[in-house]
Every structure is written in structure tokens, then in C-alpha cells.
């Protein structure tokens, strides 16, 4: 009787387990490629097009394109990339990034990326079953799934998912392996946190914590230690083999990623936010309310929350090793948040879990009820999304923390497509526009202009449209415009 009980069991977590998987994907897919092409989504379409030209010839040495290094991600789109230009090819269209092309072309692209993070967000919710119980998996799967932000920065062609969502992923094997003292979960994190590393160096932050770890919980740490730098060390070497046939001229362009990360403020000069408060401010203004109000409450019974289940340690282990690195390094971005969400809804997820039923099913339908108000001022642009605790947009421009990333750009190209002929002046993000413009585009002068296209931003709380002074468009959230259009005389 007790095994048909497990079975039943068993059988309805895993429908439930595709319902979450299923919502998941839907929320990050629709409206793909015609929703936001984001500040640097072009750069990496291009560098995707140099590392597949690499791949053909055997010329490894192009599987360096950045310092960040992304290869990750361009491994992901260099097939796809290869698929888009032999359909353009026999339709006897010019292979490229054209805006004919781009909409289709960077829709691919990111329901790709999407179903690479479905599937870690589905090992995500095993490995926490494991280590947690079921309803913390399936709790943690609707809170991910729903949380706007993360949906906003997932529907990205980036690399911060990536990073976030392999690093995420890698910790969670290693918290595994310890708890089972198995070689075999620390071999798979290993191999699972180079890929974070090799979507992004800034994943490096928390290499420190696995070296502690090794050595602190292990009763065999230099066996350890061996293994997880050497599976670490062959995919990354696999995976990015320019560092071995390119390794003089390489080598000091990565390096300068960790000085770029340490010294730059260009980002952090805009906001009057004190550094050690920069990333708690944002996590205010990116995590929805009920996210943010149930870990609250959750602190408030820090007891129960760190005493019921250990790996809980562990989580905040990794929380704030990002803090501190991420807090004394000068480059202050709003997207490096990403990285504490996933652990943070985590242990929401698991105090959540010990609450009644009726609390329960309470929780999921504000969630989800939170969510659907959210899609209906902010869809399909989720990464604009601020909390409408603090103001929502408003808020975020007037404390000097709003940044657009190219959120909503694509609305207003095809706003001025629908005039012919015309040159456009937009001085900021022309990437995320160009990519959708029909018309002539510039971002150097706007003597010849016939329309501007302008945004507010962290430095921007209020729009100098000069001679262009006939607003035609406006685009943004329902509840604040953000995107300006405007008629030159």
C-alpha cells in the first residue's frame, strides 16, 4: 500500500513538474524576435557569425570573440546561425542581419537559449527535490517560472542568463555531492560551473566558495580538489581551445575583463545609490512584491528557516560571497542582480514549503494573479519591469537607477517604419534599433534628421528633444512612457 502511495505520488509530481516546465517556456516564447533586441543582442549575432566561420575552417583561434568570454551562448546559436543563412540562401536573399531577416533570425536564436535554460530550470528542480522535498521544487519551479524580471532578462540574446542559470545549476550538484560525498555530483558541477564561466568570467566571484567548501567539508580534499579542476579545466579547454592556440594574445584580453569589472564606474556615476547598498536597492525595485514580501518574512524566522534545512547554509554561502565581490568591485550594473534571484526565491521556496495547505495554494494564486498584472502593463518587455512598491518606472528613474538596455526600441522602429524615406537620429541604443529599421539611421548628427527616437535613462530623467519638438509616439510600460518619438522641423 505504501509503495502504491509513493507511486501516485511520484506520478502527480511529474505531471505537476511539466505544468511548471510548460509555463516556463510559454511566458519566455511568446512574442520572441519582435520583442526587444537588447543593447549588444547584434554584437553577439556577429561574433556568433565570426566563431561559426572559425569552426568551418578549423581556425580555432576565432573561438575567442570577447573577453567575457560568451562562448557558451555562441556555441548554442553557431548552428543556428549556419540553419538562418542556408534558408536565406535559397531564397535568394543577402545573408546577414538584415531587418527583414531579424525578427525570425533572433526569434530562433533566443527560443534556443530558452530551452537551454528550461532544461537547467528542470535539473534545478530535481537536484532541490533531492536536497529539499517536493513541494520546495515545486514551489521554487512557479516562483522562477513567474518572476518577471528573470522572465525579462531570459527573453534576452545574452549572456547573464547563461551565466546565472549554469552557475545556479553547478551549485547545486556541488551541494548535492557533498551531502551524498559523491565524486561523481562534484565532477558534473564542475563541468556545469566552467560552462557558467565560459558564458562569463564574472562567474570566477564565486570560485572561492567551491575552494572553501573542498576543503572544509570534505574528509578527502585535495581528491576533490583534483577532480573538480580537472573536469573544470578539460571543458573549458574543449569548449574554448583559443586559449591553448592563442594563449600570448588571449590570455591578457581575459585578464583585462576582471580589471575592466574592478576599476569601471561609467555605470555606477549615474546613481546616487552608496555602493554597498546598490544591489539590495535594485533587488527591491527587480523582484516582484510577493517574492520580496514572503523572503521577508522568511528572515523574520530565520530559525526555522536555517534550522529545518541545512543546505539553506549553503545557499546563503553563495549569496553572499556575490555580495561582498560584487559590492567592492567598482562596475555597478542592474542586470548582475540576476544572480541572487534563483537563491533567493530558493529559500522563500523552502519556508514557503512548511506552511499549511491552504497558505500554499494562498501564495501560488497571488503569484500567479501578480504575474498576470505585470504581463498586462509590461508585455512583451519584462526586463523594464520595477516594482510597483516603489514606484514602478517612476520610481526607478527618480532614485537614478533606471536603465535602458534597449527595452522598447524595437516598438518604436516599427513605429517609424511606417514612414518611408526618412532618416531617423537615435543617439542612444541604435543598436536595438537599427536592427528593426526600414528607414536610414544615425547616431551622430541629427542636422538632417527627420524623426528622433530618444529614451529616458540613468543619466536621462527627462528628454531635450531640441528642434525636434513635434512628438509623434511614445512607448514603454502602460503605466510610464520611456521611448520617445519626435517629428524635426
Not at 551531502?179 to 562534484?186: H, N, P, W
Not at 543619466?459 to 513635434?470: E, L, M, P, T
Request: hydrophobic share 45%; glycine share 6%; aromatic share 16%.
Amino acid at each position: 500500500m505504501n509503495q502504491l502511495v509513493k507511486r501516485i505520488s511520484s506520478l502527480k509530481y511529474r505531471h505537476l513538474i511539466l505544468s511548471v516546465f510548460l509555463l516556463f517556456i510559454t511566458v519566455r516564447s511568446i512574442s520572441l524576435g519582435t520583442d526587444i533586441s537588447n543593447s549588444d543582442a547584434a554584437r553577439w549575432h556577429r561574433r556568433s557569425e565570426r566563431f561559426l566561420e572559425g569552426l568551418k575552417n578549423f581556425d580555432l583561434s576565432q573561438t575567442y570573440q570577447h573577453y567575457q568570454p560568451g562562448v557558451s551562448l555562441m556555441w548554442l546559436n553557431a548552428p543556428i546561425r549556419q540553419f538562418i543563412y542556408m534558408y536565406q540562401r535559397s531564397t535568394g536573399s543577402l545573408a546577414g542581419i538584415q531587418p527583414i531577416w531579424y525578427p525570425f533570425l533572433h526569434g530562433i536564436s533566443k527560443f534556443a537559449l530558452v530551452l537551454v535554460l528550461g532544461a537547467l530550470f528542470l535539473i534545478q528542480m530535481s537536484l532541490i527535490r533531492n536536497l529539499y522535498n517536493d513541494q520546495t521544487s515545486l514551489m521554487y519551479g512557479v516562483l522562477l517560472a513567474l518572476e518577471p524580471y528573470m522572465i525579462g532578462i531570459d527573453r534576452w540574446f545574452h549572456l547573464t542568463s547563461l551565466e546565472v542559470y549554469f552557475g545556479f545549476t553547478a551549485f547545486l550538484l556541488f551541494i548535492l555531492g557533498l551531502k551524498l560525498s559523491s565524486t561523481r555530483f562534484v565532477q558534473f558541477s564542475a563541468g556545469v560551473y566552467s560552462l557558467s564561466v565560459l558564458s562569463k568570467f564574472t562567474s570566477l566571484l564565486v570560485f572561492p566558495l567551491y575552494l572553501y567548501l573542498i576543503i572544509k567539508k570534505t574528509q578527502r580534499p585535495k581528491f576533490y580538489l583534483f577532480n573538480f579542476v580537472l573536469i573544470f579545466s578539460l571543458v573549458f579547454i574543449a569548449l574554448f581551445p583559443a586559449v591553448l592556440t592563442n594563449w600570448h594574445d588571449i590570455i591578457p584580453k581575459l585578464l583585462s575583463v576582471g580589471a575592466s569589472v574592478a576599476t569601471d564606474t561609467i555605470r555606477s556615476e549615474g546613481t546616487p545609490i552608496p555602493f554597498v547598498f546598490y544591489y539590495p536597492v535594485v533587488l527591491l525595485f527587480k523582484l516582484s512584491v510577493i517574492t520580496l514580501v514572503m523572503f521577508l518574512i522568511s528572515l523574520g524566522n530565520i530559525k526555522i528557516l536555517f534550522g529545518k534545512f541545512k543546505s539553506n547554509i549553503y545557499i546563503a554561502y553563495y549569496i553572499a560571497f556575490y555580495f561582498v565581490f560584487l559590492t567592492v568591485l567598482q562596475q555597478k550594473i542592474d542586470r548582475y542582480s540576476l544572480v541572487f534571484i534563483p537563491p533567493l526565491i530558493l529559500l522563500v521556496s523552502s519556508y514557503v514549503s512548511l506552511t499549511p495547505a491552504i497558505f500554499k495554494k494562498s501564495f501560488v494564486l497571488l503569484a500567479m494573479l501578480f504575474f498576470l498584472t505585470i504581463s498586462y502593463i509590461h508585455f512583451p518587455v519584462y526586463s523594464g519591469y520595477n516594482s510597483p512598491l516603489f514606484g514602478g518606472t517612476a520610481g526607478a528613474i527618480h532614485l537614478g537607477i533606471y536603465d535602458n538596455s534597449g527595452e522598447y526600441f524595437a516598438q518604436a522602429a516599427e513605429f517609424t517604419n511606417e514612414y518611408h524615406n526618412v532618416t531617423v537620429y537615435v543617439p542612444d541604443n541604435i543598436e536595438s534599433f537599427n536592427v528593426y529599421s526600414t528607414n536610414r539611421t544615425t547616431s551622430e548628427s541629427k542636422d538632417t534628421a527627420d524623426i528622433l527616437v530618444k529614451s529616458l535613462d540613468i543619466d536621462r530623467s527627462s528628454i531635450d528633444s531640441g528642434a525636434c519638438n513635434v512628438k509623434i509616439g511614445e512607448f514603454g510600460p502602460k503605466d510610464y512612457k520611456v521611448v520617445f518619438a519626435y517629428k524635426c522641423n
